[in-house]
């Protein structure tokens, strides 16, 4: 048998980054959100899940067992908190796909909440995390209105990866603040200010 | 047998109205919060309450059936939301005693928590309902604080009802906003608006 020297076509492997793997989207943002409070630079806490409890056991007086419960939908956005005197809500979503975000992903509830926010004077956002090329992205609900809108006028059901980069604020990973989304909020409230000085 | 006029001493009936009897305040809270929103004046809603889930069956690919799980304290308030572009955050206490409430039934997280919020220019308090009175108020962190401070100097563990009341806002009961405690935020917001101007 001859090892016969095959030419191979080069092999550009892709550049994906690894350094969050194993580690979970909401877990490097409860982290940052840590940070930001024990640094007092603000106060943002992830809303714990809703649970419907169905039947619950006292095997102590002061004990409390719940034996019977299921995940309910949540009537909001995960995240909420103070940040230089303005109320801060957000939701967190993975996109696995290298293409397009599907809106699909984005709850009724969720837009009218963001929405109703907004309105009331609160930064509202999505912090969405592309997996495939490990990178972050705020979209302010301003933003998100306009796609989900074009869907609703019977246009595409999703936004493209590229139309998200250029609608978004790149949150860039660092530390000790993984996600340092506040940067962008910065300049969020810049934009707010520049608008209520008019 | 004889039926003798006996002579009574006047029994005074104690002046304790029972409007809400049957229901309890979180629910005239949450019913409150309800109508906030759909009258488009601000977003506020209940945290669910935490639970740490230790087991959970698959009886269906789509539905989860937690099957041992547990309370958690919760590290925050029971409420936050956003109100005229401010952040709002609070607690919501029953007080069963005609002569004070005590300290122990406002938890070290919840000062502390309190305590962050206010600084980083949110609007934090309690809502105590005086259930013996059927009086709700509304107890402002800086006021709940010198109580506080009060205790841990080797005062008293409780503030007293006449103390309370001096220290509150008085929130009356109203249709069909039932609890409407944004009345005292008004005065709260103009109060911050003062000191901010000067």
């Known amino acids: 048998m001859y090892n016969y020297p095959v030419k191979r076509a080069p092999y550009n492997k892709p550049k994906i980054s690894t350094s969050n ?4 989207f909401e877990e490097i943002i409860n982290e940052s959100n840590e940070q930001y409070l024990k ?7 992830k809303k714990p899940t809703p649970v419907q409890i169905v039947e619950v056991d006292y095997p102590k007086r002061s004990m409390a067992k719940i034996n019977e419960a299921y995940y309910k939908t949540p009537s909001t956005t995960d995240y909420n908190g103070v940040y230089k005197g303005y109320y801060i809500d957000f939701d967190a ?9 599907p809106l699909s992903n984005i709850h009724e509830h969720q837009i009218k909440h963001l929405n109703d926010i907004t309105r009331h004077g609160g930064i509202g956002f999505l912090l969405i995390q592309l997996t495939r ?8 609900t301003d933003k998100m209105n306009y796609f989900v809108k074009r869907k609703n006028d019977g246009g595409k059901k999703s936004i493209t990866i590229d139309e998200l980069r250029e609608s ?14 506040l940067d ?12 209520s000085d008019n």
């Not at 640094?39 to 806490?45: G, L, T």
Request: one cysteine or more.
């Open 21 to 24: 793997r194993g580690m979970k």
């Open 39 to 45: 640094r007092d630079i603000a106060v943002i806490h």
């Open 93 to 101: 979503k993975q996109c696995n796909s290298t293409t397009s975000f």
């Open 133 to 140: 090329f490990d990178e972050i992205l705020l979209l302010e």
């Open 168 to 181: 978004s604020y790149l949150i860039k990973e660092s530390f000790p603040i993984r996600v340092p989304y």
């Open 184 to 195: 962008a909020v910065d300049k969020i409230i810049e934009k707010m200010k520049e608008k």
